[in-house]
């Protein structure tokens, strides 16, 4: 079977480290080219995958069915939709965009086009995330807790603006908040509290009337436990800590997203499930910014 063609906007850290070599890598897809905000970028990490780089986005349209992102998430939303008009299928990072809106605007694209779209939520498309998915279905859970604790906003390849000014929730938020949302049921309501550059808590509730907790920072100093995920229900429990990724992670994605585009319509981890992703987020960083230094302090002695 013909690769899919699939073009990549973006030349940073990310795109260099995971989309460029998985999409190059097929069977399933081609890389068919890159176009990046700086042209320079975008023709270094062309040349070492021999495939042209692009001055022009909608010269990047041309050469592809599909396009890949790999950009901060305001950029994500404000070229997707250009993407998606141009009838493009896309495989979209995580977060969908920086805010509810520019997530609605990109979702709505993706809908009023017909294209096809997947999500790169890496954990997903682990064997072991897997299994550990579907053992939690099996024990009728009615609770769990994820944390999720690293120090990338001290410096390295991903202290990156818009993570530094968002912190933990706007990055893995959303991997833990999916992991959550997939094992005990769709989120149904959120409370936080904390600080997005220090830690964050968020209590979630199910659609199943499961609750759950996360905790979620980018702050820690010096070694920090893997992120982990746990469960547990009336037959028993499920654990997943995730230790690393593998190489076949990342084939797998490029080849479940090889299938979506060729069969076209949806896919589980679609912008659909990205903007309700989205609206939890939203709502947890509008509790965040409206309690602020209100909260009540127990008094001392």
């Not at 890598?25 to 990490?45: D, H, V």
């Not at 939709?81 to 979209?92: E, S």
């Not at 779209?117 to 072991?128: G, K, L």
Request: net charge neutral; proline share 8%; charged share 20%.
């Amino acid at each position: 079977m013909e690769a899919v063609p699939v073009g990549l906007v973006g030349a940073g850290p990310w795109a260099g480290m995971v989309h460029a070599p998985a999409l190059a890598a097929g069977p399933g897809t081609r890389l068919a080219g890159i176009w990046a905000r700086r042209p320079e970028a975008a023709a270094q990490l062309a040349a070492a995958h021999g495939v042209p780089s692009f001055e022009r986005l909608e010269d990047l349209f041309e050469v592809c069915a599909a396009v890949a992102f790999s950009v901060p998430p305001a950029v994500q939303a404000e070229l997707g939709v250009r993407a998606a008009r141009a009838g493009k299928a896309l495989l979209l990072e995580k977060p969908l965009a920086a805010d509810l809106d520019g997530a609605k605007r990109l979702a709505d694209a993706v809908g009023e086009a017909g294209v096809a779209s997947q999500m790169v939520f890496t954990f997903r498309y682990s064997p072991a995330t897997r299994a550990f998915l579907e053992r939690a279905r099996s024990i009728e859970p009615f609770g769990g807790h994820a944390a999720n604790i690293s120090g990338v906003l001290h410096g390295g390849p991903f202290a990156t603006p818009w993570r530094l000014e968002r912190g933990a929730l706007l990055d893995v938020g959303p991997h833990m908040i999916d992991l959550l949302d997939a094992a005990l049921g769709p989120v149904t309501a959120v409370r936080a509290h904390g600080d997005p550059l220090r830690w964050v808590g968020l209590l979630l509730e199910h659609e199943s009337g499961a609750v759950s907790e996360a905790s979620l920072s980018m702050a820690a100093i010096g070694d920090a436990p893997p992120p982990r995920i746990d469960v547990y229900g009336r037959k028993g429990n499920a654990s997943l800590p995730v230790t690393e990724f593998g190489e076949g992670v990342f084939a797998a994605m490029a080849a479940e997203f090889a299938e979506t585009v060729r069969r076209g319509g949806g896919h589980p981890l679609d912008a659909r499930h990205g903007l309700r992703l989205q609206a939890v987020i939203d709502e947890a960083e509008r509790q965040l910014r409206r309690i602020g230094t209100a909260r009540p302090r127990f008094p001392n002695g």
